[in-house]
């Protein structure tokens, strides 16, 4: 992505709110950044931040978590703008929107079935609820059979489940209907009930009882935001949108017990149990 900036000075870091995961990717942030720049809080206000993003003074925006990026959107920023802290940023971002570029926390789709392979071998048909269609784009690998089905609302999720029942893994998703507390309350209990692998896009589903799954590193999502930012600023122009190589692997060992499958011992090894 090319687009021609004038002098870049100061920027300003723009975080939704304070949580761990924010606040990580602020460390990684810190841990790179090479311009003079400012951090604002917007407290989960989406209403003052809309007033603190229209009536910034810096040169460029580096924003934590989707609301900031969102809000800079809906202001139609013509300011440089680097994103980190969100995943699937094309559901938001404009053709227009040609000064935004950043991080997503989303890890590529091939890392993800190449760990699932890894650790169960015997998986080839894979069953992968979604309700928005902007992620599940380039879902292929190898031979396995995907099967993808739709949820217009959380109510038909338990009648969905049903067509996962000869599959060997369900895949959730990071669409925010099917992470939905009921949604995803009902996938976990389906999963442990029928002795069927669950795997996750992120640690705190792990610990509700997924079997496993991955997280993004917060603090490296940070510090490749960082990068994008010093290179916007040093040769003045915008590369393109990056996702995440690197990921942390987590499994909950009880679920593991209650389905009674076996999973690859050096996965195991190298994952964080709970």
């Known amino acids: 992505m090319f687009y021609f900036l004038l002098f870049l000075g100061k920027i300003t870091i723009v975080q939704w709110k304070d949580s761990d995961f924010y606040n990580k990717i602020i460390d990684g942030i810190k841990s790179e950044i090479k311009v003079e720049y400012e951090l604002i809080n917007l407290n989960g206000d989406k209403e003052n931040g809309l007033k603190i993003i229209k009536n910034l003074n810096s040169d460029a925006i580096l924003t934590i978590g989707e609301i900031p990026l969102m809000l800079c959107v809906q202001l139609d920023i013509k300011k440089p ?155 003045k122009e915008l590369p393109k949108i990056m996702k995440m190589k690197e990921f942390k692997t987590y499994i909950n060992m009880e679920t593991l017990n209650n389905i009674e499958i076996k999973m690859n011992e050096s996965v195991i090894k190298n994952a964080e149990k709970y």
């Open 81 to 235: 703008v680097v994103f980190s802290g969100v995943y699937n940023p094309e559901r938001i971002l404009k053709e227009e929107n040609k000064n935004i570029t950043g991080v997503s926390l989303n890890v590529e789709y091939s890392e993800q079935f190449e760990l699932i392979e890894n650790a169960l071998p015997f998986v080839k048909k894979i069953f992968i609820p979604y309700s928005d269609t902007s992620y599940i784009n380039n879902l292929k690998w190898k031979d396995w059979k995907i099967i993808l089905q739709k949820v217009n609302k959380k109510e038909e999720i338990n009648d969905v489940l049903q067509n996962a029942k000869d599959c060997d893994l369900i895949m959730i998703i990071p669409d925010p209907l099917i992470i939905s507390q009921d949604v995803l309350s009902s996938i976990l209990i389906f999963g442990i009930k029928n002795k069927k692998p669950v795997f996750a896009p992120s640690e705190k589903i792990v610990k509700s009882g997924a079997l496993f799954g991955i997280s993004s590193d917060y603090y490296n999502n940070g510090k490749i935001a960082a990068e994008i930012m010093n290179k916007v600023i040093k040769d």
